[in-house]
T-cell receptor, first 114, second 115 residues
Framework: DTGVSQDPRHKITKRGQNVTFRCDPISEHNRLYWYRQTLGQGPEFLTYFQNEAQLEKSRLLSDRFSAERPKGSFSTLEIQRTEQGDSAMYLC????????????FGDGTRLSIL | AQTVTQSQPEMSVQEAETVTLSCTYDTSENNYYLFWYKQPPSRQMILVIRQEAYKQQNATENRFSVNFQKAAKSFSLKISDSQLGDTAMYFCALIPGTSYGKLTFGQGTILTVHP
């Protein structure tokens, strides 16, 4: 169990550029979640995958955001035409099923928009 | 919709003493799951303790215990014998029983343990 890994740890980009983040969940975990966390706040849910199926997207996820989880393994989160308001920490978590089973979080990708 | 409220933005405690972090929540579900997560500075979020709503007995994990008051929709975390390594942001969170596992978090409480 190597834990949830996210890449990159930090991303600095200019407004209007596209960015893509990667998340590698714990290998046997079938559920994968993306959250966004702004400074001093709790994480907010963005989207959820069960295996390769994206089953829910938050209203926070505008059409500039897209997420994929091909083959039910790693996941990518892409933001197109980045805006200042996209600056945040993007957290990935995975779990085996749901309910009381804990979600294991990665270190996050911190996005800064210049 | 679910809401989780943590009314204490910051708390501090002396090493070896006990501290209690408050959390209230609102949900229309009869069954749900409650969690406390810890996020140390610049480190990843880790689970501290969890409680299933239909279980009356309060959960405990070593120095960490909860006071779950279902009628009052309150879920406080007690940390006994505080250690310097307990310094972190603490988040209370909820998953409705009918949900696949989407966590709703509170705003967090920054806990500082002083030597």
């Amino acid at each position: 169990d190597t834990g949830v890994s996210q890449d990159p740890r930090h991303k600095i980009t200019k407004r209007g550029q596209n960015v893509t983040f990667r998340c590698d969940p714990i290998s046997e975990h079938n559920r994968l979640y993306w959250y966004r966390q702004t400074l001093g706040q709790g994480p907010e849910f963005l989207t959820y995958f069960q295996n390769e199926a994206q089953l829910e997207k938050s209203r926070l996820l505008s059409d500039r955001f897209s997420a994929e989880r091909p083959k039910g393994s790693f996941s990518t989160l892409e933001i197109q035409r980045t805006e200042q308001g996209d600056s945040a920490m993007y957290l990935c978590a995975s779990s085996l099923d749901g309910g009381l089973r804990p979600q294991h979080f990665g270190d996050g990708t911190r996005l800064s928009i210049l | 919709a679910q809401t989780v409220t943590q009314s204490q933005p910051e708390m501090s405690v002396q090493e070896a003493e006990t501290v209690t972090l408050s959390c209230t929540y609102d949900t229309s579900e009869n069954n749900y799951y409650l969690f406390w997560y810890k996020q140390p500075p610049s480190r990843q979020m880790i689970l501290v303790i969890r409680q299933e709503a239909y279980k009356q007995q309060n959960a405990t994990e070593n120095r960490f215990s909860v006071n779950f008051q279902k009628a009052a929709k309150s879920f406080s975390l007690k940390i006994s014998d505080s250690q310097l390594g307990d310094t972190a942001m603490y988040f209370c969170a909820l998953i409705p029983g009918t949900s696949y596992g989407k966590l709703t978090f509170g705003q967090g409480t920054i806990l500082t343990v002083h030597p």
